[in-house]
């Protein structure tokens, strides 16, 4: 999800709490992340999505009229090792996933998907659809893909068309603001627009498993940047996760934070690059 613009701002406040299904239930756990590690991250960098390509590398997008694109990047240096601009005139970047060596990125509101070449970032094609476009995902075989609403749509990599979707509950409540997205071992894991959480969702029922709650890395990094004389705006929340198959963490981080946190969670196992149920992209 972007910036807040002029329709948006009447209802900050009632989005800034948090939204329906969000609120701990009784019959949802909370998991905690354990970092491992912390890599430098580009405080410019107005994340919208996250994938690990494998050998070190972060496949990454960025929103902001201007300034939004696709960028590979080495998660050890955090230094930016190519990147293209979004290719199209005032469009506001969002996700982006790789699929069999293509890379799709979606506009907010301009209803493009455009796709890119993984390792070279050139230009393949575009897509057209309807609504708006916020996170991105794969589980190998379609896309799977969020607009800000409960829904969750899988769409076929060829066509872009829609194949099923699902509605998102946590304890028979829509779950709104579905941002970022990452598939990990049969779940959809999900941030939520404004919020310090990180919805774990069953793709067949739609229903929330866990919710992790990453408010101790938010503190963290706004800690830092507080003292860095750059404190965090209100939209620097957190958003980007991408999943390690070999060690078995994830990689999460926010727009314009400085670092990118790897961290374990109960449940996510470490496995063989090649042997995930995710197609690699080529390196």
Do not use: C
């Amino acid at each position: 999800m972007g910036g807040v613009r002029p329709r948006l701002l009447t209802a900050l406040t009632a989005l800034i709490l948090l939204p329906p299904g969000v609120a701990q239930s009784v019959a949802t756990p909370v998991l905690t992340p354990t970092v491992t590690a912390r890599f430098l991250h580009d405080r410019a960098a107005f994340t919208q999505g996250l994938q690990y390509l494998g050998g070190g590398t972060l496949l990454e997008s960025t929103g902001v009229v201007g300034q939004s694109g696709v960028r590979r990047v080495d998660l050890k240096t955090g230094k930016v090792l190519a990147r293209v601009a979004t290719p199209i005139a005032g469009a506001f970047g969002e996700g982006v996933t790789a699929l069999n060596g293509v890379a799709y990125h979606l506009t907010w509101e301009d209803g493009v998907a455009v796709t890119f070449d993984a390792a070279t970032l050139k230009e393949t094609g575009r897509f057209r659809y309807s609504g708006e476009g916020w996170g991105l995902t794969t589980d190998g075989k379609a896309l799977i893909m969020s607009n800000g609403s409960p829904t969750l749509v899988w769409r076929d990599p060829k066509t872009f068309r829609v194949k099923r979707s699902v509605q998102v509950t946590d304890a028979g409540q829509p779950v709104k603001n579905l941002n970022e997205l990452e598939y990990v071992q049969g779940s959809v894991y999900a941030n939520v627009w404004l919020t310090d959480r990180i919805a774990r969702i069953d793709p067949q029922t739609g229903k929330v498993t866990a919710w992790i709650d990453v408010s101790g890395l938010t503190r963290e990094v706004s800690a830092a940047a507080a003292k860095a004389g750059h404190a965090l705006t209100f939209d620097d929340v957190p958003n980007g996760i991408a999943f390690v198959p070999e060690r078995g963490t994830l990689l999460l981080t926010g727009k314009r934070w400085p670092t990118v946190f790897e961290v374990k969670l109960p449940g996510v196992k470490a496995e063989d690059p090649g042997t995930t149920g995710r197609a690699r992209t080529r390196r």
